[in-house]
């Protein structure tokens, strides 16, 4: 991993200590495909958060929010003092889930019941076409959502209406294996009308090279990146120990996972 990769991993610790709160498999497996796209393809930046034409980054995945928030403090838009005191306080705007109502953007959604981020992120890449601006939907889902129907409806809109202003990033990081069989994600996809890609979803070149492909196709399809993860990437303890799926660190534990971060 490089230096950022780190940086943000031992920040979503530092967050998931202060509100003793986290799914931090997820937001491991996830932080890479977000900052890629924050800093190397979105048209997005703190003074242009309420531009109608920026680029919309929708996490539908509502458990990795704390791979969002580092993110954005690195970016300029929160300072870590703030959100380090006041994340998950009772009436603090930084939820565990996003909450759009509590932001003068930034915040592009509400997150919190699975299946909702994409048919969302669907309608802002409509009306944006209606409209059109140049703005382009990155939409963050979990494997593990695609086995709620309203991904696969949202799926079959974005193609009717040729949404080719839509990607939809899949953070593949075998969630969903031990419940049902997806069969190949890929095929499922491109029967729905979509252009696909693999991608490794830890690789930030290979992330950003993608992206920028898929961005430059006009063909009037959506686009889907499957991201190949791995729940907990950059903590071996949290890659071997599935009680992180949702478990927060205490200052023991926060201060043993911040040094395998840094040694991983």
């Known amino acids: ?111 919190g019941s699975l299946g909702h981020g994409l048919p969302f992120a669907v309608g802002i890449a409509n009306a944006n076409k209606i409209k059109k601006s140049p703005s382009q939907v990155y939409v963050l889902c979990g494997d593990g959502e695609f086995c709620e129907g309203t991904m696969w409806e949202a799926c079959i809109l974005a193609s009717t209406h040729q949404l080719d202003n839509l990607c939809v990033i899949i953070d593949d990081n075998a969630s969903v294996g031990a419940m049902v069989n997806m069969q190949n994600m890929d095929q499922r996809l491109k029967a729905f009308g979509f252009d696909t890609m693999a991608v490794n979803g830890h690789d930030h070149k290979e992330l950003k090279e993608v992206f920028l492909k898929l961005r430059g196709m006009k063909n009037k399809r959506p686009k889907a990146v499957i991201a190949k993860t791995v729940r907990g990437y950059g903590s071996d303890t949290m890659t071997q120990h599935d009680i992180w799926f949702h478990k927060a660190p205490n200052a023991e534990e926060l201060e043993m996972l911040q040094k395998e971060v840094d040694s991983f």
């Open 1 to 111: 991993m490089n230096d950022i990769s780190r940086k943000l991993r031992k920040e979503a610790l530092y967050l998931s200590h202060q509100c003793q709160d986290g799914n931090l498999q997820s937001v491991f497996s996830c932080l890479d495909i977000i900052w890629t796209l924050y800093d190397k393809v979105m048209n997005w930046e703190p003074t242009r958060a309420e531009d109608p034409d920026r680029d919309f980054f929708i996490i539908s995945k509502g458990q990795a929010t704390l791979a969002l928030y580092p993110v954005l403090i690195e970016k300029g838009f929160f300072d870590m003092d703030e959100l380090g005191k006041e994340i998950g306080a009772f009436h603090s705007r930084y939820c565990i889930q996003t909450d759009l109502t509590k932001f003068d953007g930034g915040i592009e959604n509400n997150a």
